[in-house]
């Protein structure tokens, strides 16, 4: 009796092809009036599927920094770079996010043959590229970027929080909130306000014409860099 023939083995695809890889581009922080804009970007591997990776904007910030970790330990490379307030204030927000972007990417181990970024622009990039309108929501590896963005920014608050407590970063990430609107008028701004964002700047002014002690001491190192 003939035995029956095996089969071929077949070869599994890792997506370690650099023809093929794919990289997803996201950022967070371009609403606060404080810190860095931050963006990340992530080329997943496909033989390490990661569940629950959605936009960071409907996980809770356990699950993100669940998530963070498990992306950081799974994904094939990952960048994180940042543009400072400085830069924000040098360049305005739009194009300190696209540097920020640029950042993310080049600093990529690996070369994607194809960059999804989330929204309706680009940064300059020396690799093709996609706008992806919603794409934190509808790429895994923009999802992933997201994750790392929010948790690395919101990390970032806390520590500010112990330097400036009396700002309350910890609460509102840098956003205007009413209280951080309160704070930042009592106290004026810290060294990482955005002074090129409009609450900041009338800040730094009324600080600044405050007689005395009161005067904010980054008010006028405010009023030079814008």
Request: net charge positive; glycine share 8%.
């Amino acid at each position: 009796m003939a035995r029956p023939r095996r089969a071929p083995p077949q070869q599994l695809s890792l997506g370690w092809s650099r023809e093929g890889l794919l990289a997803g581009v996201d950022e967070a922080g371009r609403g606060p009036l404080a810190g860095p804009v931050v963006a990340a970007a992530v080329i997943l591997d496909e033989a390490s599927p990661i569940a629950g990776l959605a936009d960071s904007k409907v996980l809770t910030e356990r699950r993100r920094e669940q998530l963070f970790d498990e992306i950081r330990a799974k994904a094939l490379c990952c960048s994180i770079a940042q543009a400072s307030p400085a830069e924000i204030d040098e360049l305005n927000i739009l194009q300190a996010t696209m540097l920020a972007m640029r950042r993310a990417v080049e600093g990529l181990r690996l070369v994607p043959a194809l960059v999804l970024v989330d929204g309706n622009r680009l940064p300059p990039l020396t690799v093709a590229a996609e706008a992806v309108v919603g794409g934190d929501a509808k790429v895994a590896a923009i999802s992933a970027a997201s994750i790392l963005a929010k948790v690395t920014r919101d990390r970032w608050c806390a520590e500010l929080h112990r330097e400036f407590p009396q700002y309350g970063f910890d609460g509102h990430k840098g956003y205007p909130t009413p209280d951080h609107l309160r704070a930042l008028f009592l106290h004026g701004p810290c060294p990482q306000h955005r002074c090129s964002f409009a609450p900041v700047r009338r800040a730094a002014v009324l600080r600044a014409q405050a007689p005395g002690p009161d005067a904010s001491p980054m008010a006028k190192t405010l009023e030079t860099r814008a």
